[in-house]
């Protein structure tokens, strides 16, 4: 299958899973601003062109986000005239549905799922769509693409509904709720076709620039990181980009000179690691790190 083929099958696919989920009563598109909720919004406009977005945009701020991330994300809200809903970390420590230990310097990623599942009861959300892949992580390998969650938010493997013939099984019971992977098929060298493709615009980290960073336990973290503790090295300036984005605590760099698109697919090309292994510290705490996240109600 050439590369042109498949990269329109898996368009065709996701969009047709995306046309799906508004069979839903009020679903949201989960937007970060990484490049795969990037290439998940520029499906979903494709999916409803000319007409406007069926449904919002909602991000889980930690208050660690990259500034760079957290400015593409507001003008490509604005680009695609979307509405576009932030539910942060802070805002749910000053309402009393997390502690204020919440707030310390070290990641929040843990902090995520329950701001998420508070999010989704003040809206009424019962379906997100998520730009999750199969090929990222173990845990992520098993999800189904329509993924139910119980009533508390939770992911139980044992409890994945078949999808034979394509046909998803849509149907909830009160309380329940569908998170919906529309990308489950693609691996990061499509998503980075798909970029080059569709002329996809992404946040500036995503290609090498000059950045202070430290290393820590195999990872480069930003100089800047609110997690930066005493015996830390000091930080030195190398020439790197960003595989994947998230909370700056704990997503690291690679050392990269690949400052265009075709020069990236190039880099992908030769990876043997995918880019959450490479770079999450967060899914190094263990093999089963992921997994106990989600059950959690995690993304």
Request: neutral net charge.
């Given at each position: 299958?050439?590369?042109?083929?498949?990269?329109?099958?898996?368009?065709s696919?996701?969009?047709?899973?995306?046309?799906?989920?508004?069979?839903?009563?009020?679903?949201?598109?989960?937007?970060?601003?990484?490049?795969?909720?990037?290439?998940?919004?520029?499906?979903?406009?494709r999916?409803?062109a000319?007409?406007?977005?069926?449904?919002?945009?909602?991000?889980?701020?930690?208050?660690?986000?990259?500034?760079?991330?957290?400015?593409?994300?507001?003008?490509?809200?604005?680009?695609?005239?979307?509405?576009?809903?932030?539910?942060?970390?802070?805002d749910?420590?000053?309402?009393?549905?997390?502690?204020?230990?919440?707030?310390?310097?070290?990641?929040?990623?843990?902090?995520?799922?329950?701001?998420?599942?508070h999010?989704i009861?003040?809206?009424?959300?019962?379906?997100?769509l998520?730009?999750?892949?199969?090929?990222?992580?173990?845990?992520?390998?098993?999800?189904?693409?329509?993924?139910?969650?119980?009533?508390?938010?939770?992911?139980?493997?044992?409890?994945?509904?078949?999808?034979?013939?394509?046909?998803?099984?849509?149907?909830?019971?009160?309380?329940?709720?569908?998170?919906?992977?529309?990308?489950?098929?693609?691996?990061?060298?499509?998503?980075?076709?798909?970029?080059?493709?569709?002329?996809v615009?992404?946040?500036?980290?995503?290609?090498a620039?000059?950045?202070?960073?430290?290393?820590?336990?195999?990872?480069?973290?930003?100089?800047?990181?609110?997690?930066?503790r005493?015996?830390d090295?000091?930080?030195?300036?190398?020439?790197?980009?960003?595989?994947?984005?998230?909370?700056?605590?704990?997503?690291?760099?690679?050392?990269?000179?690949?400052?265009?698109?075709?020069?990236?697919?190039?880099?992908?090309?030769?990876?043997?690691?995918?880019?959450?292994?490479?770079?999450?510290?967060?899914?190094r705490?263990?093999?089963?790190?992921?997994?106990?996240?989600?059950?959690?109600?995690?993304?």
């Open positions: 299958m050439t590369p042109g083929r498949r990269l329109r099958q898996l368009e696919e996701a969009i047709a899973i995306i046309r799906e989920v508004t069979g839903f009563r009020r679903p949201a598109l989960l937007f970060s601003g990484g490049k795969d909720s990037a290439v998940l919004l520029e499906l979903a406009c999916a409803f000319p007409a406007p977005l069926p449904f919002p945009l909602l991000h889980i701020d930690t208050g660690h986000n990259f500034p760079e991330v957290l400015g593409y994300r507001d003008a490509t809200a604005t680009r695609h005239r979307a509405r576009l809903l932030v539910a942060s970390v802070e749910a420590v000053r309402d009393g549905v997390l502690p204020a230990a919440a707030l310390g310097g070290e990641s929040r990623n843990k902090f995520q799922s329950k701001v998420l599942l999010t009861g003040q809206h009424g959300f019962d379906a997100l998520g730009g999750a892949r199969r090929d990222e992580e173990k845990a992520r390998a098993k999800e189904r693409v329509f993924s139910l969650r119980d009533t508390f938010g939770r992911w139980d493997p044992r409890a994945q509904r078949p999808e034979l013939w394509e046909v998803p099984n849509t149907r909830l019971a009160p309380g329940q709720n569908m998170r919906v992977f529309p990308l489950s098929n693609w691996t990061e060298l499509d998503v980075w076709t798909y970029i080059a493709a569709r002329d615009p992404l946040p500036p980290l995503y290609f620039h000059e950045r202070a960073v430290f290393e820590r336990d195999g990872i480069l973290l930003d100089a800047g990181t609110p997690a930066r005493e015996h090295p000091a930080p030195v300036v190398r020439s790197v980009r960003y595989r994947t984005v998230g909370d700056m605590t704990c997503t690291g760099a690679v050392l990269s000179t690949s400052r265009t698109v075709a020069e990236v697919l190039e880099e992908v090309l030769a990876a043997r690691i995918t880019e959450r292994g490479a770079t999450r510290a967060d899914d705490v263990g093999d089963a790190a992921m997994e106990d996240r989600k059950k959690e109600g995690y993304f």
